[in-house]
């Protein structure tokens, strides 16, 4: 027996398909009915809908006529994720393990991320943690770890203050030849010729 201890809210948007004039092809009577599913991008424009909503000021309305074409689209993006990674495969790492490996990614950006501590945190072997991973991302963990080192690469190379060696070396790489070799084989680019084509 489980007794709820807090009182439940809920949220209802409704979308009028006749009132929005979509284009033909925008796919709104295509959408994949879901459950229990996270996304953080739609959370916050729901909660932005839902306060604007509620507000008495009349000026607000405009504020929520754009908030629900925005969170509008959103869901037909997310709807166009969804129907990609179904079509891709079953099997992928659920949404808690792809939030605990990639975030364990992120705050180990610069060191080298054994297989074995990834797979850990999913709490599968090594041999389905690869799999899964590959089939979630499409892409193997290892080189979806450089690929995360690349675009912060990128964000670094942008701002100018620091040197591509200094770059390189607070990026994890022992040398600026292994960084230049990785990001050129990443962006078909050099980091001083990428740094060039921003001016």
């Avoid at 007794?3 to 209802?12: A, D, G, N, P, V």
């Avoid at 929005?20 to 909660?47: C, H, K, Q, V, Y």
């Avoid at 997310?78 to 364990?104: D, F, P």
Wanted: glycine letters at 6%; one cysteine or more; hydrophobic letters at 40%.
């Amino acid at each position: 027996l489980h007794e709820e201890s807090t009182l439940t809210r809920m949220m209802y948007f409704y979308f009028d398909p006749a009132a929005l004039r979509l284009p033909s092809n925008a796919g709104f009577g295509e959408m994949i009915p879901r459950l229990l599913f996270e996304d953080r991008t739609l959370w916050a424009t729901a909660l932005k809908l839902k306060r604007a909503i509620e507000s008495d000021e009349p000026e607000t309305r405009l504020y929520a006529e754009s908030l629900a074409i925005v969170l509008m689209h959103e869901l037909l993006h997310q709807n166009r994720e969804a129907s990609h990674a179904e079509a891709i495969s079953r099997g992928g790492l659920a949404a808690w393990q792809k939030r605990k490996v990639t975030s364990y990614i992120e705050e180990h950006l610069t060191e080298q991320i054994s297989l074995t501590k990834m797979a850990e945190l999913a709490r599968l072997s090594p041999y389905h943690f690869c799999r899964a991973f590959k089939q979630s991302f499409g892409t193997p963990p290892h080189r979806y770890h450089i690929g995360r080192r690349v675009e912060r690469a990128k964000v670094l190379l942008s701002h100018r203050s620091e040197s591509i060696t200094e770059i390189g070396l607070d990026l994890g790489f022992s040398e600026t030849s292994a960084f230049t070799s990785t990001f050129r084989k990443a962006t078909g680019l050099t980091p001083r010729g990428f740094r060039r084509s921003l001016e």
